[in-house]
Every structure is written in C-alpha cells, then in structure tokens.
C-alpha cells in the first residue's frame, strides 16, 4: 500500500483562497488599469497570509501611515533634488531610522515602507517628480483596495 500525504481541508481552502484572491485583484486591477497594479497582487498574498485579516481601525492606519510615508520622502526629496550631498544626509537619517525600527521589533511592513520611502524615492524623484508623486499617492491606494478586497 502506497502512504499518500493528505493535507488537512483548512490548508487546502488556506491556498485556494490564496491563490483565486491574488489573482481576482490582479485581474481587477489590471483591468481598470490602476498605475503600480502589481502591487496589489504583492498586497494581497501578503494580507492573506497573514494569521488573521487586519482589523478596518489597523487597516486604515496602515494605508494613512504609508501616505503619509511616502508623500513624505516624496516633499524634502524633490525640494532637495538639485542638492545631491544633502540628499545622500537625509538619506542615511532615513536609513538610520529604517534599522531603528527593524531593531526595536517594529511591523515588518513599516520598516519596508520606510526603507521604500529611504531608498527608492529620492531615486524615483531624480527620475520623474510625477513618477515619483504617482507611486507615492498609488501604492497606499493599491494598500487600501486589497485590503478592502480582503
């Protein structure tokens, strides 16, 4: 006789819903074109893997905190453009502030925003402002349509 492994049904349902989630936000949001649209899909597996679904107090935080984030690396950042050295100073305040909030056992994802708000912003800013304005304003808004879909 052969021994087959059968998963228990919770993990089974776990990763259906896993995987019909992503995709249906993906769909959707490729579908009504929204800008950063990969993301959601980001989002998604990550909201969904969660122990638990975020509560709408902890969910709208989440999504005003990455605004404010981002839409905060994106000002003194664009104001500082033509600076580069004090760009590379405000830079390593920020990263510095990144650590100190991966060190004192912070949210994994507030210190992936800071180090997105750290790192990628004043690269985006030097690019494109309106790059940079468009991904500071829709990665919260991606943030907060997944987790009304979750």
């Given at each position: ?5 059968v998963?228990?049904?919770?993990v ?8 019909i ?13 929204w ?5 959601s899909?980001?989002?998604?597996a990550?909201?969904l ?6 509560s ?6 989440l999504?005003l ?8 690396g ?16 405000a830079q390593?305040?920020?990263?510095m502030?990144a ?29 494109s402002l ?16 997944v987790l009304l879909?979750?």
């Open positions: 006789m052969r021994a087959e492994a998963a228990p049904v919770g089974e349902r776990k990763g259906v819903r896993l995987a989630g992503v995709a249906g936000i993906f769909i959707t949001a490729m579908a009504f074109q800008p950063f649209a990969f993301l899909a980001v989002f998604t990550m909201f893997r969660a122990p638990a679904p975020p709408i107090a902890d969910g709208v935080r999504v905190l990455a605004f404010a984030l981002l839409i905060f994106y000002g003194p950042f664009s104001i500082l453009r033509p600076d580069r050295p004090n760009i590379v100073i390593i305040l920020l990263l502030g650590f100190w909030l991966s060190v004192t056992g912070k949210s994994p994802l507030l210190v992936v925003l800071a180090l997105l708000e750290a790192v990628l912003m004043p690269y985006l800013v030097h690019l309106d790059l940079a304005h468009s991904f500071g304003s829709w990665l919260p808004t991606n943030m907060g349509f879909a979750t």
